[in-house]
């Protein structure tokens, strides 16, 4: 297990280091206009697109220039020269409320997804599994923009069940950050509630099927015991690995558009704001943090993965 | 007794005919598709007025009684359904005026023809790799996968507000190939890019274990180069999975365009989407709540429609996949795991 | 007079209905089991021998199988039996080992704590710790050495053969009357089998316990069994005692299945014979006799069916299905010095 940690990690870095060259390219390599100029943005005097180029080392060779963008970016020294202020500062800001938003969320997801697709797997061909896989693909098929709009209008402004906009942090009053998000929750859970429950109802299906199935019931275990102890355990596994790449993509996909439509104030909406006014830094730094995040995101899943099945956690056997 | 013999595909077809709700979704793709095609027509004969013409100060007949199409709070018409002949069928878009129905239907072709035309892109580019990866291995796979992996390391839609945001700016030159930044090519290759490794990995893995089957060795014993294996032998094993995946695949770009233009890094004016639409109704949410919602809709739709035949296709081309079982299958796989 | 069987099958008949048909996978069977005797019932793939066994402990219950006949356990019918009736069965009374050691453990799971699972499913009061004890008793009782440590091990940590003793001795945990091994040894070794097989008969004659052999393999039977029942195509078409059925076979079928028997105290044939043919599909049997297609000494009889029927006068509990007379089957059973079955013309 030891083994396999090391190798895992070992692996990750040499992907964020990809990462990174590849962010670099992204912003500074492909575009095809001068990079200084991208940089300052919307306020471009030429003063400043020169002080820009030798300050990030445009007029030296590429190492170099990757050198100087990535001391920037990790020494939390990047400006966005067009808000004029410091892009890390705005991004440490934000997070608490999109990573209140993405965990939420979650935790909703997981919750229904998996009850969904339980009672779908244990009831098969039924009306309750049909009604749930026609509720699950519609679920996939709606986007966040759809959903979040729908729950304005009607929710918020039709009948004013809930607040329409703002961010109230946790620990200044727990009640109206939970109110405030309880659209955003929803939002962007529907979708993979969708998800989540069809996976598990074909895995549980295929499970289903597996010889130690039939060896519990020939033990004499009641049906409840067998599908909680031996088809819903091994279902949830691969779940697992899923959510791992899942959490990654929603907080930094859907979220984003969430947080706009709501007016959350995370990161999201600072990438968002970023996109309107075309500047890049903020933007520069969000992508690469991003993917490190799913990275090492993914990482830590593969890790619990390996723990729960004892094949791998212990290694493979006395053969 | 004799059976009849029949070949996989006309197998698979008939499975698809007896499956009325793929077929009614295909219909209802069929549909949309008619509607965004119908744009030049219903533009020229029946709302007489283009996408992107305004008319702010205008005012037209609506079952006799004279209406300004944006009144001078700037709150615009609603729809007017056939009231003045099919003109500002759905109303008027903001403050510009702009009749809705008109920009509806060809914001959909943009839509449709950047969904389209990037599922194609990324089923060959996707299949190419695969194939290349699964079958020659070694240095080949693992350059391949670790690029792939790289791709797939970043959030689909962070990579491509990346990307469209950093092109927007100046536009794309990669060797020969130039693009202004406002080319809807840009978005088209850059959804195409970022799905690619979803479907590379799959098809990779197919690759893998179609390779180690004797019709493969047979192949190779009759002195068959590397190219004929693989698009010979290998890739007419695979065109069922490419069906099901480019049809899937179409539905998620469709989507990521959206919410790419949605957030302004997808399309670029003057080009238009229905992605683009939603944002722009989603400043007038409460006067005017239909801009956002009928964009919205049409994408949900075709989404939608998209998912529902593709997971019908994968069920009469692989009855065995296990998305959808119902009871009477359940039950014969119990009897088959018992004799 | 023979005391009361202690399990028995009539007319057994499970159909299912499938995407290409209805398929009879058991067509009238009947048997008895008494107190400890192990009954070997043996046949190809696709004879139903599996079907019946997992009828049994009504593991073949669905909403397409259509199920008939009767199972008696003592008194107790089994085939309409609640769910509830079910589980005081499975496993208490009857315990049943499948094919495929490998996956008939969950992997997630420590194999103690899977017997100890089967132990307090039936017998509530008992602790986990005691629970534990018995499972280190019960490893240890099937030659599992180091059985303490162990018990605490994970499925995949176990080789083959081990792990098809453990799930013997999980399926013997609560004592049970009758002991139902399908294909046990199938998936094994050839040396391991032996091990196993013996393990079998030793429990057999140790405990008492009555036990059915599924199988395909009449090696496998020649070592363990009392009696023996030949199946195809999902009905009975010989039984009778070991011997009887070794020395003494009435069935073209069984002849070619010893026929293809390595045997070490007979010259070795040229060739190893085989049955020529494969065994039919469910879905379209041949009318009458069902091993027609594949049998050399087919004549005008055969399309009427026959029934099973003891046709030797001084063996009455030896039955076989074949209208050839007593004489005749002497005679075309001879293969080159040996029984067996001779390839059609």
Redesign the interface.
């Known amino acids: 297990m030891a083994r396999f940690i090391v190798r895992r990690l070992a692996g990750m870095v040499l992907v964020l280091f990809a990462v990174s060259v590849l962010t670099f390219a992204i912003f500074n390599l492909i575009p095809n206009s001068d990079p200084a100029q991208r940089l300052a943005g919307k306020n471009a005097t030429p003063t400043l697109v020169k002080s820009i180029e030798k300050d990030w080392g445009f007029d030296e060779p590429l190492p170099v220039q990757y050198f100087e963008t990535m001391k920037k970016i990790f020494t939390g020294e990047l400006i966005s020269y067009g808000e004029e202020l410091n892009v890390e500062e705005r991004i440490v800001e934000g997070i608490p409320a999109s990573f209140s938003l993405a965990i939420g969320a979650a935790v909703i997801w997981l919750f229904f997804g998996v009850l969904f697709g339980f009672l779908s797997a244990t009831r098969a061909g039924g009306w309750l599994d049909r009604a749930i896989t026609v509720g699950s693909v519609g679920g996939i098929s709606i986007p966040v923009f759809l959903i979040a709009t729908l729950f304005l209008y009607f929710l918020t402004y039709k009948v004013e069940l809930f607040p329409a906009n703002g961010y109230v942090p946790l620990l200044e009053d727990p009640i109206q950050w939970a109110y405030h998000l309880i659209l955003p929750w929803f939002t962007l859970a529907i979708l993979n509630i969708g998800f989540y429950s069809r996976v598990l109802r074909s895995n549980m299906i295929d499970v289903m099927r597996e010889d130690y199935v039939r060896t519990a019931r020939a033990k004499g275990l009641d049906e409840r015991r067998i599908m909680i102890r031996h088809v819903l355990r091994n279902s949830l596994i691969p779940i697992i690995t899923l959510f791992g790449l899942d959490f990654g993509a929603t907080l930094f996909g859907g979220a984003i558009i969430t947080e706009v439509i709501f007016s959350l104030g995370g990161v999201g909406q600072y990438a968002a704001d970023s996109i309107k006014n075309l500047d890049l830094p903020p933007l520069m730094a969000i992508t690469i943090f991003g993917a490190f995040f799913v990275v090492l995101f993914n990482a830590l899943t593969d890790v619990v993965y390996a723990y729960l099945d004892p094949r791998i956690r212990l290694g493979t056997s006395a053969e | 007794m004799e059976t009849e013999s029949h070949s996989p595909w006309y197998l698979a077809y008939r499975r698809l005919l007896r499956n009325r709700l793929a077929l009614a979704s295909l219909g209802l793709f069929a549909l949309i598709v008619v509607f965004v095609l119908a744009a030049p027509l219903w533009a020229d004969h029946v709302a007489h007025t283009g996408p992107n013409t305004t008319h702010t100060t205008q005012k037209i007949i609506v079952d006799g009684e004279k209406r300004e199409v944006v009144d001078i709070e700037g709150k615009p018409i609603g729809p007017v359904w056939f009231g003045a002949g099919g003109r500002f069928f759905l109303g008027a878009d903001g403050g510009l005026g702009r009749d809705e129905m008109v920009r509806l239907m060809y914001g959909g072709r943009t839509s449709l023809f950047i969904g389209l035309t990037s599922a194609l892109i990324t089923t060959i580019l996707a299949t190419i790799l695969g194939l290349l990866a699964g079958y020659y291995r070694g240095w080949t796979d693992a350059v391949i996968t670790r690029t792939l992996d790289i791709i797939w390391s970043f959030p689909v839609v962070l990579l491509g507000i990346a990307l469209g945001t950093a092109l927007a700016v100046g536009g794309l030159k990669i060797g020969p190939i130039e693009m202004a930044g406002n080319s809807i090519w840009i978005p088209i290759l850059i959804i195409a890019v970022v799905y690619t490794p979803y479907m590379a990995r799959p098809i990779r893995g197919e690759v893998l274990a179609m390779r180690e089957k004797e019709f493969v060795e047979s192949a190779v014993a009759q002195g068959a180069g590397s190219l004929r294996i693989m698009f010979g032998e290998l890739l007419p094993n695979l065109w069922s999975t490419v069906i099901v995946f480019f049809t899937l695949n179409i539905a998620n770009n469709m989507l990521l365009e959206a919410s790419l233009s949605f957030l302004g890094a997808g399309v670029q004016p003057p080009n238009s989407s229905w992605g683009k639409m939603v944002s722009l109704g989603a400043e007038s949410i409460y006067t005017s709540p239909l801009l956002a919602f009928a964009p919205g809709i049409l994408i949900m739709l075709t989404v939608l429609s998209l998912n529902v035949f593709g997971d019908g296709l994968r069920d009469a081309l692989d009855p065995r996949s296990k998305v959808r079982l119902t009871r009477a299958e359940a039950a014969e796989s119990a009897a088959g795991g018992a004799i | 007079m023979s005391p009361a069987p202690l399990l028995s099958a009539r007319d057994l008949r499970v159909g299912?209905?499938?995407?290409g048909g209805r398929?009879q996978?058991v067509d009238g069977v009947s048997f008895d089991l008494a107190a400890g005797e192990v009954l070997a019932i043996v046949g190809e793939?696709?004879s139903?021998k599996?079907?019946t066994a997992?009828t049994i402990?009504g593991?073949?219950r669905?909403?397409?199988?259509e199920i008939s006949g009767s199972v008696k356990l003592g008194e107790a019918e089994l085939l309409d039996a609640s769910?509830a009736k079910l589980?005081?069965?499975?496993?208490?009374r009857i315990?049943?080992v499948?094919q495929?050691p490998m996956?008939?453990?969950?992997?997630?799971y420590r194999l103690g704590d899977q017997i100890v699972?089967?132990i307090r499913?039936?017998r509530g009061d008992v602790s986990k710790a005691e629970g534990r004890a018995r499972a280190v008793e019960l490893l240890d009782s099937v030659g599992i050495p180091d059985a303490e440590r162990r018990v605490d091990d994970?499925p995949?940590?176990?080789?083959?053969g081990?792990r098809q003793r453990a799930?013997i001795a999980?399926?013997l945990a609560l004592e049970p009357e009758v002991l139902i091994a399908d294909e046990p040894t199938t998936a094994l070794d050839v040396t391991i089998q032996a091990q196993v097989l013996r393990l079998l008969e030793r429990l057999n004659r140790e405990r008492g316990v009555a036990t059915i052999l599924i199988t395909h393999d009449l090696g496998v039977v020649a070592e363990v069994a009392d009696r023996v029942m030949v199946m195809y195509a999902g009905r009975v078409v010989e039984e009778g005692t070991l011997d009887e059925i070794f020395y003494d076979p009435q069935h073209p079928y069984t002849w070619g299945l010893l026929g293809s028997l390595s045997r070490l105290d007979r010259p070795r044939p040229k060739r190893l014979p085989q049955i020529s043919g494969a065994p039919p599909s469910?879905l379209?049997l041949p009318a009458g006799c069902s091993f027609r297609p594949r049998c050399p000494h087919e004549f005008a009889k055969c399309p009427e069916m026959p029934g099973l029927e003891a046709r030797l006068p001084d063996a009455p509990g030896h039955c076989d299905r074949c209208w050839l007379g007593a004489e005749q089957k002497r005679a075309k059973r001879e293969v080159g010095g040996q029984i067996g079955l001779e390839a059609p013309a």
């Open positions: 299912f209905a499938t995407e398929l996978a793939s696709g139903g599996s079907v997992q402990l593991l073949t669905s909403p397409n199988a769910d589980r005081t069965v499975r496993g208490e315990g049943m499948f495929d996956t008939s453990f969950n992997p997630v699972e089967a499913a039936h994970y995949h940590e176990f080789s083959g081990m799930m999980m399926a469910l379209s």
